[in-house]
């Protein structure tokens, strides 16, 4: 049987588990979550007692190691509750931590890997700077060798958990004029009295996934030990960023796939309760032909998704098709909040209904994993073969 | 203690659910644990974690399994299936008998189980392997006390305008009514403990019991007829000036729908 779309037994009971945590834990709270505009402690130690924060990672560290369909369901679980907790907490399993996992040593491993997977240390990565994001070429942040180590030098942009982070692992370069072949990966940790470090700098006020906080942080000549360097040699970083950038591209989709489920849920409750003309408005084809177009994208971009999950988890090369994904599922969901505030009508435009909270996170995800116009730029030039 | 719990799998309430035909009901493949089945379990493990000993959970179900999975994952030790293709169509009374029959020679200190499955509402089984086992049964207990199990517990139950304290010894029965505690939220850890557990099989022969004694045959309890729930009707309207509207109201309420 080559073709099976079929979970396991397994999976979904991971997929019922999950639920039933963010049913408790996260959904009762999300509309307080999005209003308060704070990092939420409390859920933050609840959530990371229940161990989902060693997902990825080897048992031996305090990780589960589960294969990547089952990191996809937790994602899209998670995502269905609060966006900005989801990104927050995923920045810790995947993002955050990735590198460290891949290329520290014993040592890193035991001091920032293993309290990371507790919850106890906040971890983050940093790609954006003020000229580059998705243009990851242009980085300019340095790094430079010296005596038993590095000096890193920059700034890095739209750091999600930067303003609360332990460490980070910093995209440098060791010469601009490099681009791409230039890219390395290094562990930093916050500055102490006794640690050289990077600094947080000015926290960002988002339009949406308001829990997680997001900023900018410092690196003035911080100085790093040899064993910080992360990579097998120097200037490879480029090639990890596309191993990592596929993961992160389909846990976009996910959560876009997430979102756009709520929102149209919701909608749907809605449009089946609200009465206009003498019936409630799903009975009319103008509503239902939202719901219908919703529905064929949304279970287009759910199996495709999956496909990309299943090809990362089988070694597959995806590239591409992750890609495809994350710009699919993406613009699904583009589509999907942007009719649900048209279905609620007046009601979407004030913050007592939930549609405009979809709207505001769903717009966070346009630009994780690449802007849509990098995305299509790159694709359509590999399809015409240019 | 060694301590047992009778879980249920059961269609979620969102789950769509068609009545096919006058016997039969087509049920969405969405489940959940019996909601009351959750404060059973949390229960025995909150005894467990005092007295030490052993909570395995125990169901009766062909397919679904899912209940002594989330057993496990909150942190119940075993977790045994009792499941025979001659239980197809069983009613309450079949269950509880397998159920008991699987009971009898085990040592058990205490057996627990939610005060009813969300499905059928019934509030059965739990009373019912009580009597064929013999010993006490409390349902739809709020609180449960144990000093020392060998002196016997100490249970709590809502009664109208107010509570009623009973002691009872061991072994007994007890249903779990919500307010009992709050169920923990599994740890990924068990989660994935749960996920690859081995879940024991036994069938009616070896409990001892024929095809006679499940099924339909041996029901005591026979559906008539299943039927759905009456499709609520569209708004009335009245467009009558005050005080005349008032009145149409007060006589639809009592001859069309007949609430006064």
New interface residues.
Partial sequence: MALDFTFTE?Q???R??VR??VN??IMPRVKELDEKEEFPWDLWKEFA????L??RHEEKYGG?A?DTISQMIFYEELARGSCGFAMAAIMQILMGTYFIALFGSENIKQRILVPAIKGEKIGTICFTEDQSGSDLGGTRTLATKVDGGWRINGRKQWITNGPIADFTTVMATVDPKLGLKGLNFYLVEKKTADRDGFTPGQRLHKLGSRCSVTGELVFDNVFIPDENFLGEQIGKGVQYAGDILNEVRIMTAMNALAIAKGAMEDARGYAKNR?AFGNPISKYQLIREKFAKYWAWYEVSWNYTYKCAWMIQNKITCTNECMLAKYHATEMCMYAVEEAMRIYGGNAFCTEYPPQRYWRDAKFLLYGGGTHEVLCDYLGRIFCKD | MEIYVLVKQVPDPEALIKVKSDSELEIENKYFTNFFDEFAIEAGLKLKEKFGGKVTVLTVDNKKVDALRRGIAMGADDAIQITDPALEGSDQFAIAKALAAYLKDKPFDLILAGRQAMDDDAGIVGPAVAELLGIPHVNTILGLEVDDPKKGVKVIREVEGGKEILSCSLPALFTCQKGLNNPRIPQVMNVMKAMKAQIKKMDLAALGLSAADAGGQAAKIKVQKYLPPPKRLPVKMIKEDFPENVKTLVKLLREEAKVI
């Fill in positions: 397994e979904e009971f991971f019922q588990m039933d945590a408790r834990l007692a229940l161990g989902y060693g997902l589960m589960t009465i």
